[in-house]
């Protein structure tokens, strides 16, 4: 107990027992907390009627988001940020994308996914997904159906295949930069030396 200026005994409440902040120390290490506040873990804590979703009861009936979340339309509802978007997916919690259906976390740019072709299906060497089980070809290739390995791919139009050199929609092969056309063998470049 401790005297106010008049002598009259107070209770006193140590901070480190019970923080009354939110209300008054009414017995020695004792709160009573004030409306819409109850006395948890050693202090007076604001009520919320109902849970705050990726938030922390702030004052009474009001949720704070946490930080990385943003208010959601939903009361007491806080949804997560991702800074660059989430294309083809969904924002699961701060800078974390859930690719949809159909679609991978893409490599080249963070929270992107990018569309995917099933590896039991398709081979996408010489070609890229253009949308889940959708693929294009490069230039000189076509879509093909391969017998042996049962996938789809996209082949060489130049016969034979190309080496060290680009196959063109006419069929011809186009040297890579270094190469020249080879005197011994069809649609092959040797390195300049």
Do not use: W
Request: proline residues 9%; aromatic residues 6%; charged residues 20%.
């Amino acid at each position: 107990m401790s005297k106010d200026s008049k002598h009259v005994c107070k209770p006193r409440c140590d901070p480190k027992i019970a923080k009354c902040g939110n209300g008054t120390c009414v017995e020695p290490n004792r709160c009573d907390c004030k409306k819409g506040y109850e006395f948890r873990g050693h202090a007076c804590v604001p009520i919320c009627d109902s849970t705050c979703i990726n938030a922390e009861c702030s004052q009474p009936n009001t949720c704070t988001c946490k930080q990385g979340f943003n208010k959601s339309s939903e009361p007491n509802v806080c949804k997560p940020i991702c800074n660059e978007g989430c294309s083809n997916g969904t924002c699961v919690a701060p800078n974390t994308c859930l690719c949809l259906h159909g679609y991978q976390p893409s490599e080249a740019a963070p929270n992107s996914c990018e569309p995917s072709c099933d590896p039991k299906f398709f081979d996408t060497n010489n070609g890229q997904c253009t949308a889940p089980n959708v693929l294009r070809c490069n230039e000189g290739y076509q879509l093909t159906y391969s017998v042996e390995s049962g996938l789809i791919r996209c082949q060489s139009q130049c016969s034979p295949e190309c080496v060290n050199a680009q196959c063109l929609p006419d069929g011809s092969c186009r040297c890579l930069a270094g190469f020249f056309p080879s005197q011994e063998a069809v649609n092959v470049c040797e390195p300049m030396k």
